[in-house]
């Protein structure tokens, strides 16, 4: 069975930096397609950024050229590096996987961590 770890969120000021990792065990992480989901209170989970088993990469509009989604194969482990963060990008922040390619509906992944607040001040 697949176990997904997140670390890294916190509280950080608006502007500032953040990066997550998330740390997979159990199962064949380099044949995964990994991504990044977050949920905001009272709202839905909405996708951040996926990566795929080669390395292609998705992102929301929102987040593209402030966030970076990478992964790490012999660590087992997909990063999220957060730049210019803004008071909007405030909630949990959950690391997927999925066998396959990388996707934007979180109905598709298989296997997800317990998440990483990430809470950011104006």
């Known amino acids: 069975q697949v176990q997904l770890v997140e670390s890294g969120g916190g509280l950080v000021q608006a502007g500032g930096s953040l990066r997550l990792s998330c740390a997979a065990s159990?199962?064949?992480?380099?044949?995964?397609?990994m991504a990044w989901f977050r949920q905001a209170p009272g709202k839905e989970r909405e996708f951040v950024a996926a990566?795929?088993?080669?390395?292609?990469?998705d992102y929301r509009d929102s987040v593209k050229g402030r966030f970076t989604i990478s992964r790490d194969n012999i660590k087992n482990t997909v990063y999220l590096q957060m730049n210019s963060l803004k008071p909007e990008d405030t909630a949990i922040y959950y690391c997927?996987?999925?066998?396959?390619?990388?996707?934007?509906?979180?109905?598709?992944?298989?296997?997800w961590g317990r998440g990483t607040q990430v809470t950011v001040s104006s």
């Open positions: 990566v795929s088993r080669n390395r292609d990469t």
């Open positions: 997927g996987g999925r066998i396959g390619y990388g996707s934007a509906r979180y109905s598709t992944y298989d296997f």
């Open positions: 159990g199962g064949a992480f380099s044949t995964y397609a």
